[in-house]
């Protein structure tokens, strides 16, 4: 990795009027030599050579990322502190010099690139690279001199999202105020596995991970799971309510015999992440409706609103947290299950939300202090005969907790242009359907109290 591709790359070196000039190699030796850390390096002074060979940062395939004005650009970081831009193998010198041409791409009056504030290393601004370095050998150092660009950035990103706006309106007069705003759909570029090494306190622990599959870590999936179409039908009407972060739990059953986990039941919480005071009472009355129904915890699910159904680096933690807990004290192997359900991110296909099952498997001991490896679970969805009374009554319960919320979807507004949000939830709760057809008259009850809290 980090090796120089064959051939004769074209090498890019404007960065723009604002380019931070990368020193060379002479002039950084030179720099370094008389003046050592215990003298203030400048701003231009601090480049992808000074972090390298001060290792907060390792040359590598795909680490570096650019995310402009919903457009993706990715990048490898070389030996020498270069930036080789994937799609073309083209060559930058320095961060603001990839940035600026990439940018120009996308919107040609872009004059510079914000480098530091834009390229990302393995998920995080190299601007905070820089202030770690500087908090290391300069703390006397002025953080405003690594901080101002990092507010340029999003101040100018969010202008031009509203420049976007403003154009929609009046392309087409009316439709501006029903749209749901995509300000929010910033996306989080997921990162791999093997990107992430061992755990920094510094990474941003809602950094998406990408799954890996069982048999790319030399495994086979020690579990079979079968998935009722209920469970998934109150799991996504839950998820679409709001556009804050929801979470709940699944019942089921697990046979040793057979290795199967069965997931019977969704338990959704009615509260708020951040509600610590009613959250022991949430869990209590779910506990209390799972023995009452004979079933045991099994897994949990949790939404993404906007954004990809991938787990982050917290939620890798969290469903680690949650297999030890279900392992109990005894050891005996009891899977847990974790599903993220991502309603409103634009990049799934069609109305449908993207539902994914996920496991954690350990680190391995000679890496103790690496991250779980997010892993896909292959699930058997079973079609249930017909909407029971208790879903449907849950469901109830979830308008009515929900139904004055600030954070309540709008379902009048639009998805896109051709569809509502009630259109949006009605379509992707469809691929859910039981097999007694009469369920599709039985929600409408469900969709009119819904239309109701508008």
Partial sequence: MGSEPPGSPQVVEDGGEEDEEELSGGEEAEFRSSSGRGSLLTRRGITLRVLLKDGLVEPGDGVLAIHYLGKNFVGDLLNDGKIR????????????????????????????????????????????????????????????????????????EGKAVMQADEKNKNNKPGLHDVMVSRRADRERIP??????????????????????????????????VAVSSNVLLLMDFHCHLTTSEVVGYLGGRWDTNTQLLTVLRAFPCRTR????????????????NLFMRGLSLVGWYHSHPRGP???SLQDIDSQMDHQLRLQGSNNGFQPCLGIICGPYYHGNQGVASTITPFWVVPPPEQRPNDYGIPVAVEVTYVQDNFLTSDVLNEMMLLVDYYKTAPDLVQFNQYWCPETTMMDKIKGSLSCHAPKDQAYSQILEHVYSQLSNTQ
């Avoid at 820089?130 to 703390?139: A, D, G, I, S, V």
């Fill in 273 to 288: 992440l951040a509600d610590r005071d009613t959250a022991s009472a949430v869990e209590e009355e779910i506990c209390q």
């Fill in 85 to 156: 831009w994937v799609e073309t193998g083209q060559i930058f010198n320095s961060p603001s010099a990839w940035a600026t041409h990439c940018k120009r791409l996308v919107n040609p009056a872009k004059k510079s690139g914000c480098g530091w504030a834009s390229v990302r290393y393995r998920g995080q601004k190299l601007a905070q690279y820089k202030t770690t370095w500087l908090h290391k050998y300069q703390p006397s150092a002025d953080m405003s001199m690594v901080s101002e660009e990092d507010d340029d950035e999003d101040e100018e």
């Fill in 191 to 224: 990162v791999r596995y093997c990107s992430l090494g061992t755990r920094d306190a510094a990474r941003d622990p809602h950094t998406l991970v990408e799954l890996s599959a069982f048999s790319a870590i030399n495994r086979f999936q020690p579990f079979n």
């Fill in 309 to 311: 159904a991938l787990p």
